[in-house]
Every structure is written in structure tokens, then in C-alpha cells.
């Protein structure tokens, strides 16, 4: 069954900190993998997708993420953290006419 | 602009009545779904539509309805047999297709409080 695991529950990093944040997930075939950030109480923001060729891919906001198929991963990265990405964070996987999603990562960041 | 509008922003409902969610967008898109967000739980589909007067259960549909009689609208009713209805109700959107490589176009959302 396809499913997204975000570990991290709640992550906290100083402001110009690199970030990292992960996501594995389990699929029967190539994954379509996608990255969403959510401000306290607004909708969802794509961030960045993959679907196949060059595993590292770039998003909006500075932020990039990493599909590695032996490992199952999809984590998300920053090399800067700025006080404004503090928000939640959702992985999700792509399945014929649905998505799967993590259950979130929290982002603080400390000034 | 093109998008999704989600109405109302805040809504108060009493137990045993049932309650209407309205999603519209402009997008052109076929596809829509309505999830329910809970804190720590991420995001559950409820329903979803591919196409107009067409509709599927997702993976908490009971208790809960849709009509999908416009492409542009797709209503989700909170009946009263929803036990634990109070949570964040988002809609979204996207072009049609069969991969799942569309990407998901997010209203603002809905957060319904049951008194």
C-alpha cells in the first residue's frame, strides 16, 4: 500500500541554518513525489515536485529536494533558514487520481 | 486571478445538524477533493471527483456527501452522522489524469466547530 512517513514531528533550527527535513515513502512503482509548505491556518503551497530524470530538484523559496530511490527518501533541504519559513511542511506521493500525504513536519525557527 | 475559494472561513455548527462546505474554483480543472486535516494527522481524502456528476469515496468518506453537478463546484455536506466532525476542511484541485503526477491546486480552507 502506498504510504509517506515524515519522522520528524517538530524541528527546530536557528535562522540561517541549514535545514533538512525528511520523507520516506513506500510505492509499488516510480513515484511522483511532492513537497508542500502550510502557514497556520491557509491552505497548502507547492514547494517543489519530482516525476523522473535528474534526482535533485529545485523549488520555490530557495528550498531543493533529493529523491533517492534506494533509500525510498524524498527529504527536503535549505541551506538558509529564514525566519519567514517557519510553517508545516507535507510530503506527499502521487497515486493515479489521489496523493498520499505525511502527517506534516513543524518548522520553528529561533532568531 | 485563477483559483480556489473556500466559504465560509470559520463555521459553527450545533450536534445533530448537518452543514454545507462550499468549494469553487477557476482553474478549468476537472479533478477535485476535499481532505480533512486533524494536528498530527496530516491530511485524509473524503471525496473525490474527476469529472462533473462523478465521484468517489476516499479514505473517510462516512458521514460526509458531495454533488459534483458543476465543473467549477464541488459542496461537501457534514452530516450529522459525521461523529468527530470539528477539524480543518481543505479543497483542492487539479487537472485531470491517470499517473498522479498532477500537481494539487489548495484552497484557503474551512474550519468547522461543532458547539
Known amino acids: 500500500a502506498q504510504s509517506v512517513t515524515q519522522p520528524d514531528i517538530h524541528i527546530t533550527v536557528s535562522e540561517g541554518a541549514s535545514l533538512e527535513l525528511r520523507c520516506n515513502y513506500s510505492y509499488g512503482a516510480t513515484p511522483y513525489l511532492f513537497w508542500y509548505v502550510q502557514s497556520p491556518g491557509q491552505g497548502l503551497q507547492l514547494l517543489l515536485k519530482y516525476f523522473s530524470g535528474d534526482t535533485l530538484v529545485q523549488g520555490i523559496k530557495g528550498f531543493e529536494a533529493e529523491f533517492k530511490r534506494s533509500q525510498s527518501s524524498f527529504n527536503l533541504r535549505k541551506p538558509s533558514v529564514h525566519w519567514s519559513d517557519a510553517a508545516e511542511y507535507f510530503c506527499a506521493v502521487g497515486d493515479f487520481n489521489k496523493f498520499y500525504f505525511g502527517s506534516g513536519t513543524k518548522l520553528n525557527v529561533k532568531p | 486571478d485563477g483559483g480556489i475559494t473556500q466559504s465560509p472561513k470559520y463555521l459553527f455548527r450545533k450536534e445533530g445538524q448537518n452543514v454545507t462546505l462550499s468549494c469553487e474554483q477557476n482553474l478549468n480543472h476537472d479533478a477535485m477533493y476535499w481532505y480533512r486535516q486533524d494536528p498530527g494527522q496530516g491530511l485524509r481524502l473524503i471525496y473525490y471527483?474527476?469529472?462533473?456528476?462523478?465521484?468517489q469515496k476516499g479514505d473517510i468518506a462516512e458521514g460526509y456527501s458531495v454533488s459534483r453537478e458543476k465543473k467549477e463546484s464541488f459542496p461537501l455536506t457534514v452530516t450529522s452522522a459525521q461523529k468527530n466532525p470539528t477539524a480543518f476542511y481543505l479543497c483542492?484541485?487539479?487537472?485531470?489524469?491517470?499517473?498522479?503526477?498532477?500537481?494539487?491546486?489548495f484552497g484557503p480552507g474551512t474550519r468547522l466547530t461543532v458547539l
Open positions: 471527483s474527476q469529472i462533473v456528476n462523478d465521484f
Open positions: 483542492a484541485s487539479s487537472t485531470r489524469g491517470t499517473s498522479g503526477s498532477n500537481e494539487q491546486f
